[in-house]
């Protein structure tokens, strides 16, 4: 499951999947110590090792998906966000990230 805020929560499905390993990746940057612009990007074809998918296409897919996904769920809930779409950047030639600069990341355990 994703928690996005307080209002907005993913249960496991392929955004799920794509978020979780951009946080995943998000958090090594972080505990690196390095400064949120300088957090690095995921390839397509890494991403498609870690979602365990076949192809770019897919990945780009996904990235849509979870895009439209996350746009959808700021509206449906009432939040004023601007752009939620761009929370997953493409930096061309780099990869994909969540936008440092407009995301924080934070693990929380079920007990």
Known sequence: MVLIGEHIELKKNATVDLLIVLAEE???????GLEPLEYPCL???????????ETDEVVRRRILT???????????????????EELIENLSWNG???APERVVVRVRYRS
């Open 96 to 98: 994909y990230r969540l």
């Open 66 to 84: 979870a895009r439209r996904t996350i746009a959808k769920r700021f509206e449906s809930a009432g939040l004023s966000v601007d752009r939620p």
């Open 43 to 53: 390839k397509s074809g890494d991403l498609v090792e870690k979602l365990g998918v």
């Open 26 to 32: 998000w958090l090594r940057a972080a505990g690196k």
